[in-house]
T-cell receptor, first 112, second 116 residues
Framework: GENVEQHPSTLSVQEGDSAVIKCTYS??????FPWYKQELGKRPQLIID?????GEKKDQRIAVTLNKTAKHFSLHITETQPEDSAVYFC???????????FGTGTRLQVTL | GAVVSQHPSWVICKSGTSVKIECRSL??????MFWYRQFPKQSLMLMAT?????????EQGVEKDKFLINHASLTLSTLTVTSAHPEDSSFYIC????????????FGPGTRLTVL
């Protein structure tokens, strides 16, 4: 089955700096790659996603890149703000049943 | 996006009792729902796929006799934790896939289970 690895496990940046989180996946059949932000005790919140027919997607301060050949995808957050502090999860799906395999998570802390 | 509700949002029970968690899709029909479990400071792990009108599909290592899943209608899936023990204490989250089976999943708010 699919295996998703995520790095780093923790990331501390100063407000205004950029943050990058990287994930790799194992199943070449995976074609949908969402990123979630989760605050303590709450459901995962989709912040951006990308499909395998696209190499990059951007939404304001957030961008995701996908390298299908290398089987890795990355989340980029620019101009970080304290409210970006949370745990971020990447995930992968083969799409046929939308079952998601999650990465191990990255705890992002944005300091003033 | 579509809305998924869960009930209860939290539950505390004694060891050995059973607990039922409901997951409802409020504005869409779901032939498939997913149940995830999340231990503190860990990732979401898929437990099983709930299929309307048929048996659930369990992930490897998940005891189907302990975690009973029923998908009675296109808007309701239930997870029953039978004979709960402290090690079952976790955050349980359900989700429903977007139409077409490819793409975004809509997550319920989760249920915090604490077994004493």
């Amino acid at each position: 089955g699919e295996n998703v690895e995520q790095h780093p496990s923790t990331l501390s940046v100063q407000e205004g700096d950029s943050a990058v989180i990287k994930c790799t996946y194992s199943d070449s059949a995976s074609n949908y790659f969402p990123w979630y932000k989760q605050e303590l005790g709450k459901r995962p919140q989709l912040i951006i996603d990308i499909r395998s027919n696209v190499g990059e997607k951007k939404d304001q301060r957030i961008a995701v890149t996908l390298n299908k050949t290398a089987k890795h995808f990355s989340l980029h957050i620019t101009e970080t703000q304290p409210e970006d502090s949370a745990v971020y999860f990447c995930a992968a799906s083969t799409g046929t049943a939308s079952k998601l395999t999650f990465g191990t998570g990255t705890r992002l802390q944005v300091t003033l | 996006g579509a809305v998924v509700s869960q009930h209860p949002s939290w539950v505390i029970c004694k060891s050995g009792t059973s607990v039922k968690i409901e997951c409802r899709s409020l504005d869409f029909q779901a032939t498939t729902m997913f149940w995830y479990r999340q231990f503190p400071k860990q990732s979401l792990m898929l437990m099983a796929t709930s299929n309307e009108g048929s048996k659930a599909t369990y992930e490897q290592g998940v005891e189907k006799d302990k975690f009973l899943i029923n998908h009675a209608s296109l808007t309701l899936s239930t997870l029953t934790v039978t004979s709960a023990h402290p090690e079952d204490s976790s955050f349980y989250i359900c989700s429903g896939p977007s139409a077409g089976g490819i793409g975004e999943q809509f997550f319920g708010p989760g249920t915090r289970l604490t077994v004493l």
